[in-house]
């Protein structure tokens, strides 16, 4: 399968949802456009960068997006990373001041999400990794700030993928995630 063919069959199967392809592109400018131009002419409709390259950087694929979306990676849900709290405010500033759509933050790191969603506003779009298979609980990450989930991993490793989801589901709807 080429991008283009894979990402229209997912969306044939799923009504058309939209895909987030997690490239975390992490370039320069012109790199991180001549990537993205191609991406999104393949049927993505977001694609997930790194902000560390700096404001012209994430820029460039916000300029190749042409109304598609653009997630900025605020921090990282692994142990061990380098993302200061100081750091993660920042890149959800840069993301804002960018124009991109929203930030990926970790779903597992509840005081960080919290650091994050209060940098990025009320009314920030923030997509979070870390749900259920990295030890993260549906029901804080919303509180502390969590647009949407992020659960593949939760899923594709459960015994019982509907079930995990519809437990997952009721996680959130405990404090009104989506």
């Not at 229209?8 to 992490?26: C, F, R």
């Not at 759509?101 to 650091?115: D, I, M, R, S």
Request: glycine share 12%.
């Amino acid at each position: 399968f080429t991008h283009a063919q894979l990402t229209q069959k997912i969306k044939e199967l799923t009504d058309n949802t939209p895909i987030i392809l997690d490239a975390k592109l992490g370039d320069i400018d012109s790199s991180n456009a001549m990537k993205s131009k191609f991406y999104y002419s393949q049927g993505y409709d977001a694609i997930i960068c790194h902000a560390f390259p700096g404001e012209k950087a994430v820029k460039a694929i916000v300029e190749q997006a042409n109304g598609k979306g653009v997630f900025v990676v605020s921090a990282m849900t692994s142990p061990g990373h380098f993302y200061t709290d100081d750091l993660a405010e920042k890149f959800a500033f840069l993301a804002y001041n960018s124009g991109a759509t929203g930030l990926v933050a970790p779903g597992n790191q509840y005081e960080l999400l919290k650091k994050i969603r209060d940098a990025a506003g009320p009314n920030a779009l923030i997509i979070c990794p870390g749900i259920g298979f990295q030890g993260g609980e549906a029901s804080k990450a919303f509180e502390a700030g969590a647009s949407y989930g992020i659960v593949g991993r939760a899923l594709i490793d459960s015994q019982i993928p509907a079930h995990t989801l519809s437990e997952l589901e009721k996680q959130a709807g405990q404090v009104g995630g989506q």
